[in-house]
């Protein structure tokens, strides 16, 4: 205790302060903890002020949207020919490889076809062997036609020179003029008949054009018989499948899809104020949905020429009527990188990606 102070100075400063609470009808603050109480709403101001920089930097930094999700190539799966399903090998969500078979249509109408065919090009190729041995016996009547006339002049000119002679009688020198005659007749007969066989054969090199014909037939009805065996175009996964045993089909009627998983991307679509600053290569860092937690990493790859609005079923047509402007979105093609399992993914998942800007 310091000296000149006693027990009673420290009881009368008491009896003091409660006198003046009384009077006041308040107790007394005590001066520190108001100092105390400013300070605190300072710094929570401060730090507010901080929390609110940093976000809007961030935001100025990473640009973000949620409207963004998971794409990949569908291939839907038909059938080439028409025709009856009589087996169907594959379930929904299987996963299978490059062409494995899926759908078998009953065949036994393509194989038909196929033996038809043969038989048409085998008949093909006997009427093709026929029109040239028709040529063949037409150019052998040619030249026997021919050699005839050659003869029937020689006897002509012998019985003309019996004739002046006087050895031969007019009658010989007759019937001579006569066979040559006849011969000229023989010759140009053969003639005509060797045209005519020549253009039933046809004047061409190679294969005649009706054993091509056949041939095309049958090849055609030979791939007809393949197409009824439907097979998977790539490596994927079965979905929605409707083929059913029993179902008749028409070419070009979907059966089912395959979706491979091992090349997909994510298409976000960035509000047009956005892509001031997004360009092609910057890093991306992909939030997904399904799994929280984890980050993906991707880079832009390319920015769509039009707004999404542009190319939809029915492009907004603001030259009548009232107009109210409306912020566009541009999809932003992104591709993965360095992604360990890209079956983790599916087609029509949403993300949420960021990119960084700071980085070309």
Known sequence: MQPGLSLSHFRGKIMNRESEEKKSGQPAQPPSRRKIAVTTLLVLVVCAVAVAFFFWRRAQIYVRTDDAYVHGHIHSISSRVP???????????????????????????????????????????????QMQAAVQVAEARLAHARATLNQAEVDLRRAEELARSGIASKEAHDKATTSKRVSEAAVRAAQEELQRARAALGSVEGMHPLVLKRQAELDEARLNLQYTEIRSPSEGYITRKSAEV?????????????????????VANYKETQLERIKVGQPVE??????????????????????????????????????????????????LEDYPNPHVLRVGMSVVPTVDTTKD
């Open 83 to 129: 025709g009856t399903i009589s087996e169907v090998l594959v379930t929904d969500n299987e996963s299978v490889v490059k062409d494995q078979l899926l759908v078998r249509l009953d065949p036994a109408t393509f194989e038909a076809a196929v033996r038809d065919s043969e038989a048409a090009l085998e008949l093909a190729r006997n009427e093709v062997a």
């Open 246 to 266: 029993g179902n008749r089909i028409q070419p070009g009627q979907p059966l089912m899809s395959v979706v491979p998983l091992d090349d997909i991307w994510i």
């Open 286 to 335: 992909i939030e997904v949905d399904t799994y929280p937690g984890v980050k993906i990493k991707g880079r832009v790859e390319s920015i769509m020429a039009g707004t999404g609005a542009v190319f939809s079923l029915f492009p907004p047509e603001n030259a009548t009527g009232n107009f109210v402007k409306v912020v566009q979105r541009v999809p932003v093609k992104i591709v």
